[in-house]
Nanobody, 125 residues
């Protein structure tokens, strides 16, 4: 599976952005997906997770809960991260990742098998 993230940009605090992650291959439809981010000078951290079905349970880091929404469209091989009420502390490079173990709730980086190249989100105050 190859993943390509896009949709990043420079926005003002309070704005919204939607990140997209395009995946190659039919196998994508059986993978769980996650979003991570790396802020300047910090380690990469978990942001959001969902299982392989479009109607699956979703999970979020506390810092983004209520503001970010992960979703997927398996027919289009796409995963999305809708980000609302953005804050300066959301500034980071955002990565999508795929986990072949579709039943696992994965929040650790090592649990993911495939990674996209990252897309930069900059939020100014």
């Amino acid at each position: 599976v190859q993943l390509q993230a896009s949709g990043g940009g420079s926005v003002q605090a309070g704005d919204s952005l939607r990140l997209s992650c395009a995946a190659s291959g039919r196998a994508f439809r059986s993978y769980s997906m996650g979003w991570f981010r790396r802020a300047p000078g910090k380690e990469r951290e978990f942001v959001a997770h969902m299982y392989w079905t479009e109607s699956s349970t979703t999970s979020y880091a506390e810092s983004v809960k209520g503001r970010f929404t992960i979703s997927r469209d398996n027919a289009k091989n796409m995963v999305y991260l809708q980000m609302n009420s953005l804050k300066p502390e959301d500034t980071a490079v955002y990565y999508c990742a795929a986990d072949q173990d579709r039943s696992r709730y994965a929040v650790a980086q090592y649990e993911y098998d495939y990674w996209g190249q990252g897309t930069l989100v900059t939020v100014s105050s």
